[in-house]
């Protein structure tokens, strides 16, 4: 579960649709503020898996019971980061943009903790 506060009306949002085969499969759409919080509750921590991708920046949550991607986590010296999937929001919000294709294939660990620590939300 995941507490996602914004002042951004739903209109607003930046909606993200990675392209990478984790993203499509889950069918994942992320949003992020960075002037929002963001706090991933894990009231069963045994029913939350944690996958990290090669560059290991970042934990990728998923429900092990229903197996949906609920978002992702990073630290850094900086502070903890995240994105969630709006489609792990109950309800989904009405009004959601349509999701620009997001292709990050191409970047180093730095450039992806600098492009998260702007973009993606900070957690509590």
Do not use: K
Not at 40 to 59: H, Q
Not at 79 to 104: E, Q
Not at 106 to 118: F, G, H, L
């Amino acid at each position: 579960m995941f507490v996602y506060c914004t002042s951004l009306p739903v209109e607003q949002w930046s909606v993200r649709a990675c392209q990478c085969r984790f993203c499509l499969a889950h069918g994942a759409l992320t949003t992020s503020d960075p002037a929002g919080s963001l706090e991933l509750i894990a009231r069963d921590p045994d029913a939350l898996l944690r996958y990290r991708f090669g560059l290991g920046t970042a934990d990728f949550l998923i429900c092990s019971r229903c197996g949906v991607y609920i978002g992702a986590q990073m630290r850094t010296e900086e502070g903890a980061f995240g994105i969630c999937n709006v489609r792990a929001m109950l309800p989904i919000p009405t009004g959601v943009p349509s999701p620009l294709a997001m292709d990050y294939g191409s970047e180093n660990v730095p450039e992806r903790q600098a492009r998260r620590t702007r973009r993606w939300t900070p957690c509590r």
